[in-house]
């Protein structure tokens, strides 16, 4: 059955991606021939988190292919801010909607919202976990600019604890055949155990480095991010941070010829203005191939799709998950759901480990 939801790139088969990236390619080339594709179809856009590029693309996408826009990108302005719980803001807006896509400062909202929405729903981003948007994004971007998607050697650097987008790239690309990572981080930024474990087994290798001056010369691909200082604990541990990593022109130097260079946006301070004008800089085309993407993946995901509610896994036991920044330390109806692996016992809405003897185990 074809998936409902995309919460996680791994709700798609690879082919399905490889569809989703061969059919942005044709409306880019073609956009005339779907300008009326979603004639009739409305698209909600609830952004409980400031965006430009995600909401606007999306928006975008979707005007494009004659559909139609509604939803809140404040969520002060709407009944969230009378205390209505994501479970009822999401039942009632699909009801008006097609598809929904949600943005959420907490970690696993969208797999949340998908238990109680009737239309589709997408990720656009939830707290420093998903953004599975963004990968197909940085997919289409690298099929555009870089010719494959395997055998790449992909330099991550900065924030890799909190960039969600680092996440669901990763995640995807161990899919691809001979991906290589460099993660080049501070300790305290590092990448997450669960992705690094995830990395190993898959089969690809990656190493950890303190230096982008080190590492540049070594990939065909560098993934600058910023600094998220909305999710540090506070605005000392993030000043510590800040400008650990700034990617100017005397570094680049030491860059191969064909690099490219990709960021999510928005910039801070991590790559020098003056990089823009080289041409191994892509990061404003990937704003617009993301656009391209986001039409396929609406075409995709509205394809017979029907409103319907899917059934939730039914428990009485409130979830408890250890980690604070996830979506069930403040939606307390969610249901139980955790999976074991041999690493442990993680939270399958915001896939936080949970620490040994913490209650959860053998419920
Ligand atoms: N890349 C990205 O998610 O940007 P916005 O936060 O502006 O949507």
């Known amino acids: 059955m074809k998936t ?3 919460i996680d790139l791994d709700d798609l088969s690879l082919d399905e991606i490889n569809q989703i990236l061969d059919l942005a390619k044709v409306i880019m080339a073609h956009p005339p021939y779907y300008l009326d594709s979603c004639h009739g179809k409305l698209m909600a856009t609830l952004f409980y988190e400031p965006s430009t590029r995600t909401q606007m693309s999306f928006q975008s996408a979707m005007l494009k292919l004659g559909g139609q826009v509604i939803g809140f990108d404040n969520p002060g302005n709407s009944s969230v801010s009378k205390g209505e719980s994501l479970k009822d803001t999401v039942r009632v807006v699909s009801n008006y909607a097609d598809v929904v896509v949600i943005r959420h400062p907490k970690e696993g909202t969208a797999k949340a919202a998908g238990m109680f929405s009737r239309a589709p ?8 976990h998903l953004h599975p948007t963004q990968t197909l ?3 289409f971007t690298l099929l555009n600019t870089k010719g494959r998607l395997d055998h790449l050697a992909v ?3 900065g924030d890799l604890k909190n960039g969600r987008t680092v996440h669901s790239l990763i995640k995807t690309l161990i899919r691809y055949p001979g991906s290589r990572f460099i993660l080049i981080s501070t300790p305290e930024l590092a990448l997450p155990d669960y992705l690094k474990d995830l990395v190993r087994a898959a089969g690809c290798d990656y190493t950890e480095c303190a230096s982008l001056y ?7 691909v560098l993934y600058m991010t910023r600094i998220q200082q909305e999710r540090f604990a506070s605005r000392e541990e993030y000043e510590k941070q800040k400008g650990a990593f700034v990617l100017d022109t005397e570094t680049l130097k030491r860059a191969r010829y064909g690099l490219k260079i990709l960021h999510p946006l928005p910039r801070v301070d991590e790559i020098d203005y003056a990089v823009d004008d080289d041409p191994r800089a892509v990061y404003f085309e990937q704003t617009e191939y993301g656009m391209f993407a986001r039409m396929a993946l609406i075409l995709h995901m509205l394809d017979g799709s029907k409103k319907q509610l899917d059934a939730r896994p ?3 036991t409130p979830h408890r998950c250890a980690n604070p920044r996830c979506i069930t330390s403040t939606e307390s109806y969610l249901p139980r759901l955790f999976k074991k692996t ?6 399958e ?5 949970q620490p040994a003897g913490g209650g959860e185990e053998g419920r």
């Open 121 to 128: 729903v997408i990720n656009a981003g939830d707290g420093g």
């Open 349 to 353: 809405y915001c896939d936080a480990a």
């Open 314 to 316: 039914e428990s009485n």
């Open 137 to 139: 994004t940085d997919l």
């Open 155 to 157: 330099g991550f650097c």
């Open 214 to 220: 080190d590492a540049i010369g070594d990939v065909d």
């Open 4 to 6: 409902r939801h995309l």
């Open 342 to 347: 041999d690493g442990g016992l993680f939270c």
